[in-house]
């Protein structure tokens, strides 16, 4: 029987296979939605599907630099030790340098577009490494930089990818970028400088050192000024270019940047599975279930 795009679609959906492979799977199973979906799990193929309720929170976070473009990507996996498997590593390096060459605008795009080439996509691709791999792999966020003229980019892995981070200088020089780059690995600031807090933020807290203050029973004369005093506190502990440099404790951040010729434009950090929700195993019952089998 004739193979139509619809069958495809919901045999790609029911299995997370690649279109190729549901394609076939329908011819060689005369259109018959439940044998090629036995046909697939035969061959191993659709094993994605079968982990997609699964949480990933491990994995790795990677950089790839070509001429004036750079690419942070985050790839989690179920387990820290699948991170360390050379093929998950390679996966991480081949989907990044994807994105380099074909700037997505965002995960969902990089997901649908075409890999290698191949009618099969990006998401095809990572579902057959899930496959092999054996664990549930998703692209979770990336961050692609262009430089303009006179701009410099800064890269750091920490922990062998468990955090990464660009950052992009105007001026000053590589070198320089990257001792940033090191600084918010360490620190890890959430804005480059005040003016970026947002107002809404920046009352927020002022309003609580108020309340703060007041509680203490301090004069009302003078919580305004202690109020003020603790606000440039504040923005120390969050922004980069307020911040004492790792490197050296007497220069903040901006600075020490200002010192060699630049300012800082912006900065990405990634640190491998931030705000998710993690699974937590009891190693011993895994090991014990996997024995009984």
């Known amino acids: 029987m004739a193979i139509s795009a619809s069958m495809v679609k919901e045999l790609r959906e029911k299995t997370g296979a690649g279109m190729m492979d549901c394609k076939k799977a329908l011819s060689e199973t005369d259109g018959d939605m439940e044998k090629a979906i036995d046909f697939l799990r035969e061959k191993g193929i659709a094993k994605a599907a079968k982990k997609a309720d699964r949480v990933a929170a491990e994995g790795l976070s990677h950089i790839v630099q070509e001429g004036n473009r750079a690419v942070l990507v985050e790839i989690n996996s179920e387990t820290d030790f699948v991170s360390k498997n ?152 969050i922004c980069l270019n307020e911040q004492a440099f790792v490197k050296d404790g007497d220069q903040k951040v901006g600075v020490y940047v200002e010192s060699k010729g630049g300012s800082v434009k912006t900065f990405y950090r990634y640190e491998v599975g931030e705000g998710m929700e993690k699974r937590e195993d009891n190693f011993a019952e895994e090991v014990m279930s996997q024995v009984k089998k």
């Open 86 to 237: 050379e093929g998950f590593i390679n996966m991480v390096d081949t989907v990044a340098k994807h994105i380099l060459n074909n700037s997505p605008a965002d995960v969902e795009e990089a997901l649908a577009q075409d890999f290698d080439g191949e009618q099969d996509t990006l998401q095809d691709f990572i579902n057959s490494q899930i496959a092999t791999i054996g664990e549930k792999i998703s692209l979770r966020r990336f961050a692609a930089v262009e430089l303009a003229e006179n701009e410099h980019v800064g890269s750091y892995i920490h922990m062998g990818g468990r955090i990464g981070v660009l950052t992009v200088l105007e001026g000053a020089d590589e070198q320089t970028a990257k001792d940033v780059a090191m600084h918010v690995a360490a620190i890890n600031p959430k804005y480059v400088s005040r003016d970026a807090v947002s107002k809404e933020e920046t009352d927020r807290e002022r309003e609580v050192l108020k309340q703060q203050a007041m509680n203490e029973g301090k004069p009302e004369n003078i919580v305004e000024k202690m109020v003020e005093g603790r606000l440039g506190k504040f923005f120390e502990e």
